[in-house]
């Protein structure tokens, strides 16, 4: 078992290494954008880009997850490459399609999203990047499911500069509007494509079986609505809150939620590493008390960043370097929604750890169920809560419809896979954590603490947390590392 818990989690390490790259790049870039955009033009960006994600999940219909799952249960090399080359040929024949009419709808679709039509351009720039974004997920899943973890790392993050370098190029050099984000977009997901594919070309030829495609779209659909309800949890509040007030409040809360990246990190790389694992240890004995411990060091490691970038985030983002701050001052009202951005990501990760059920017992409807619970009841609370406390209501509404969804999962998931988890320890490290935090909030109020003793016991809060709930298992971790380098 140690061994078992050592592959997932050192995995997930180098998979949010390389993940570190590519999802910190908005997050890299924001001084950039807060600075040379103001909050309205990054609300529009903010506006297509959150388009982009839910079409996005129109262009996939469900085949990530369905192409994963029967590519990892394919038992000989000729089906996984029935798979593989199928799935490209489908995908490709089908994103280009939906980019051929996005391409002549942009002016009525940006005058829907963004209120004007003039913004068509952005529209007509991301119907050639969706086909980009669709194609290269598939080599990229493909290298994850034979787990080779490095160089899926290596790729992501090598795209991901390719990404930032063009985006300084374009806006800082040669002063280009929002339409330079989408251009370098479009040159990082061409080349993360062609590269990838060049990787995983053996399992690749031009091709497409009926009957493998069959079998792809009869799993797809399943989590078509899946990925719908997920995408817009994520998305919808975007929407909803330039409804009530404006585009100026979307590129304030769209910036400030980009801070609670560092959790989501921790989470893509969980996911990556994740699906692969539980599935090859399908039928294994012992599987469920490693899933119970996984889940476990997962909400310990979850309470650590929650509580380092809860307190942490206010003091890192105005940090001035040579001018340069990470988020720019007249973006800073927006930095209260950090704590529930992260706690919302923290139960989205708490959710991706009850999807084993699912797959083994072949119940997606579950899945389907509980994300459609929370995108509804997310929905609900964003229109009650977004006109009486604007940013604030739709992080909350988001942080509450993963919390929901985590729960009726949780139900659900029970009935047909029991797997008991250490809950009594999980609540003592969720009460410490909230005691920690609440000091913090309070110390500096109640004792007129100057700013670097401030500073001070926060750091020395999160050190404590990390030694009560991480201290011996990490070390069990590096010895159980340092045996079997020594075997070696």
């Known amino acids: ?68 799952k029967l590519f990892l249960e394919a038992k000989d090399e000729e089906s996984k490459k029935k798979i593989y080359s199928s799935t490209l040929t489908l995908i490709f024949s089908t994103s280009v399609l939906f980019s ?74 040669y002063k280009q509007g929002i339409e330079a984000i989408f251009y ?31 079998n792809l779209l009869k799993n797809a659909h399943l989590f078509l609505y899946y990925g719908i309800f997920l995408i817009s949890i994520d998305l919808i509040d975007r929407f909803i809150l330039e409804y009530f007030k404006g585009s100026a409040e979307v590129g304030i809360y769209s910036a400030s939620y980009r801070i609670g990246i560092v959790m989501n990190l921790v989470i893509t790389g969980f996911k990556v590493a994740w699906t692969p694992f539980f599935m090859n240890m399908k039928g294994e004995e012992g599987n ?84 459609g619970i929370g995108c509804l009841s997310n929905i609900a609370l964003n229109f009650i809560l977004i006109p009486h406390f604007s940013i604030i209501g739709a992080a909350i509404s988001t942080m509450l419809s993963y919390l929901i969804m985590f729960i009726a999962l949780y139900i659900f998931s029970q009935k047909i896979y029991k797997i008991d988890y250490h809950w009594g320890l999980i609540t003592k490290a969720a009460t410490i954590t909230l005691l920690l935090y609440v000091i913090n909030i309070y110390i500096p109020y109640i004792f007129k603490l100057s700013y670097i003793y401030i500073v001070l016991i926060e750091i020395l809060s999160v050190f404590i947390l990390y030694y009560v709930l991480l201290g011996s298992q990490t070390i069990n971790l590096i010895k159980t590392f340092n045996v079997k380098k020594q075997l070696k």
């Not at 390389?18 to 033009?41: D, H, K, M, Q, W």
């Not at 003091?315 to 988020?327: E, H, P, S």
């Not at 950090?338 to 017992?361: C, E, Q, W």
Request: proline content about 3%; some cysteine.
């Open 100 to 173: 051929v009419v996005i391409y002549f709808l942009s002016d009525t679709i940006a005058s829907k999203i963004t209120g004007s039509p003039a913004n068509g351009y952005l529209i007509r720039l991301l119907a050639f990047i969706l086909v980009a974004d669709s194609l290269y997920r598939f080599p990229m899943i493909l290298i994850n499911s034979i787990q080779r973890s490095k160089l899926y790392s290596f790729l992501n993050s090598l795209a991901v500069i390719i990404n930032v370098a063009a985006n300084i190029l374009l806006i800082v050099v």
């Open 288 to 371: 469920r008390e490693v899933f119970s411990k996984v889940f476990t060091y997962f909400c310990y490691g979850g309470l650590v960043v929650f509580l380092l970038f809860s307190l942490l985030a206010d003091d890192l983002v105005k940090i001035n370097i040579a001018g340069f701050t990470l988020l720019n001052e007249k973006y800073w009202s927006g930095l209260v929604i950090i704590p529930y951005i992260l706690l919302a990501y923290l139960f989205s990760g708490l959710y991706l750890n009850l999807t084993v059920a699912s797959f083994f017992r072949n119940k997606i409807k579950y899945l389907i169920i509980s994300s």
């Open 1 to 68: 078992m140690p061994s078992q818990i050592h592959k997932i989690f050192s995995d997930t390490i180098i998979y949010t290494i390389g993940s570190v790259f590519n999802r910190l790049l908005p997050f890299l870039l924001l001084p950039i954008y807060t600075l040379y955009f103001p909050p309205a033009e990054y609300g529009i960006f903010s506006l297509v880009y959150s388009f982009w994600f839910f079409v996005s999940v129109f262009y996939l219909y469900g085949m990530e997850t369905a192409f994963q």
């Open 184 to 214: 370098s977009y479009l040159v990082s997901y061409t080349f993360l494509f062609v590269i990838s594919l060049f990787s995983s070309i053996k399992y690749f030829k031009i091709e497409i079986n009926s009957e493998t495609v069959k």
